[in-house]
């Protein structure tokens, strides 16, 4: 039996995302929060090296956080590690399912409400966060029934206790490749097992972008966990009465901002533009805030640090004036998303973003049996309630579809 700790806090989806990980591999853990015990988050980050919450040690070794053993778990690495031989249930021997939903965020657990309040026993994958999006914000103040708003992981615990209300399976695991030439669809799963289906909804949403620069990495490559993260509301707590830097220019950075100014003794917003994306009211917020000092026409172009922690960032202007170096104690990467299409490359039609393609008015794609839902076939309006509501059509679409071929 290996020796599994983990360090958490109250109000940390990727706390959760680890926890559900290991508990989906059968792995009892021990859970250490380190919220208001100063002296256990000292010890965490002295034996970790890093700053952030979840650290997983196995064995008494640190193993980094969420990312770092799902990137394990991706490479087959951490069932090993973790003294057990393989996960899935048996998927490959299972039977083909009707219906497979990739991804548990607002499209996917909608679209598993309807598809099993109509019989169709669905399976829903929940990928690396299961809940999706919504599970890393904290006040949604715009889903339609929650007139004094709701926290996201509780709106996303409400869809999926729903869904499983009217017996949708729900298992973790990633899809990594597909084969839609092949009837039944063909799904490759991270684990190597394949699973069959005859019809698909795909709602795999939408991830984090990153800059690309040096020192942003995860470390111990860079000093990501160190100073750098892209999720305010897991890390802002560790930034308190500290100078803090966050990139971007819409939606994302002015919501990260904001949520960061309940900490920080300044935060500097930075822009490679001279104007903001981002909705009126939003950059309102955040402009109006005494806090928060804007960058117009300057871009990140490295994380600097002294081997341990981040000390701050170079900053290169794109209007001609002479570059520079600015301290500060946390830099956040807030410019957007990126749909999670990779695993259906070459099997669906894309648009230049990376988004699928849908027939209009439908979610259909171009591949029968196949339907999109959600972020991952909208760059327009990505909303939970768009994303919902596109799940809810995607169940329709494919109850329709397993009635046309069953009838031959
Ligand atoms: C910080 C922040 C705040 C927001 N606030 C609001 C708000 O206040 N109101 C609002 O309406 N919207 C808000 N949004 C937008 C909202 O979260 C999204 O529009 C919504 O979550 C999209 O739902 P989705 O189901 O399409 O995708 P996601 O929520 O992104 O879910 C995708 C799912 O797919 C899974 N997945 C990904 N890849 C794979 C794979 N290869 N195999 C299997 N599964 C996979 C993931 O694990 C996840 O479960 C916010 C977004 C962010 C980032």
Redesign the pocket.
Same mark, same amino acid.
């Given at each position: 039996m290996v020796d599994v700790l983990v360090y958490t806090k109250s109000y940390c989806p990727y706390c959760r995302w680890a926890k559900e990980l290991l508990s989906a591999k059968g792995v009892k853990f021990q859970e250490i929060n380190v919220e208001r015990n100063s002296a256990t988050e000292l010890k965490m980050r002295k034996e970790s090296g890093r700053d952030t919450v979840p650290q997983i040690f196995i064995d008494g070794k640190s193993r980094g956080g969420f990312e770092d053993i799902a990137d394990l778990d991706r490479a087959g690495k951490l069932d090993e590690l973790l003294g057990i031989r393989s996960i899935g249930g048996g998927l490959e021997d299972s039977p083909t399912e009707s219906l497979v939903i990739?991804?548990?965020?607002?499209?996917?657990?909608t679209a598993a409400i309807y598809a099993a309040r109509a019989n169709l026993n669905p399976l829903v994958? $929940? /990928?690396?966060?299961?809940?999706?999006?919504? =599970?890393?914000?904290t $006040?949604? #103040? *715009?889903?339609p029934g929650f007139p004094g708003g709701v926290m /996201?992981p509780e709106l996303m615990d409400l869809f999926r206790k729903q869904a499983e209300r009217f017996g949708t399976r729900i298992i973790y /695991? #990633?899809?990594?490749g597909t084969d839609f030439r092949r009837r039944p669809l063909e799904l490759k799963m991270?684990d190597g097992k394949t699973l069959r289906t005859r019809a698909l909804i795909v709602?795999?949403?939408? =991830?984090?972008k990153w800059l690309g620069i040096p020192g942003e990495a995860p470390a111990p490559a860079g000093y990501g966990g160190r100073g750098v993260s892209a999720c305010?509301?897991c890390d802002g707590a560790f930034f308190k009465n500290q100078v803090v830097a966050v990139a971007g220019g819409g @939606? =994302?950075a002015m919501? #990260?901002a904001n949520f960061l100014t309940r900490f920080v003794s300044q935060l500097i917003l930075i822009h490679r533009r001279d104007k903001f994306r981002a909705s009126k009211i939003m950059q309102d917020r955040v402009l109006k805030n005494p806090k928060v000092r804007v960058r117009w026409n300057t871009e990140v172009t490295e994380v600097l640090g002294n081997g341990k922690t981040m000390t701050g960032i170079r900053l290169k202007s794109t209007a001609g004036a002479a570059e520079e170096i600015m301290e500060c104690h946390g830099f956040f990467v807030a410019i957007g998303?990126q749909p *999670?299409t990779?695993?259906f490359r070459g099997q669906l039609d894309l648009d230049d973003a990376g988004y699928i393609k849908t027939k209009s008015g439908s979610t259909r794609t171009g591949v029968p049996g196949v339907f999109a839902?959600? @972020?991952?076939a $909208?760059r327009i309006?990505?909303?939970?309630?768009?994303?919902?509501g596109? /799940?809810c059509m995607a169940a329709l679409d494919a109850e329709r579809y397993l009635e046309e071929i069953a009838h031959g």
């Open positions: 990739l991804g548990s965020g607002a499209a996917g657990l994958i $929940d /990928g690396l966060q299961p809940g999706g999006q919504l =599970t890393i914000t $006040d949604v #103040e *715009n889903y /996201g /695991g #990633e899809v990594t991270g709602a795999t949403g939408a =991830t984090a305010a509301t @939606d =994302t919501e #990260e998303h *999670n990779a695993a839902a959600g @972020d991952v $909208d309006y990505r909303q939970a309630v768009t994303a919902a596109t /799940g």
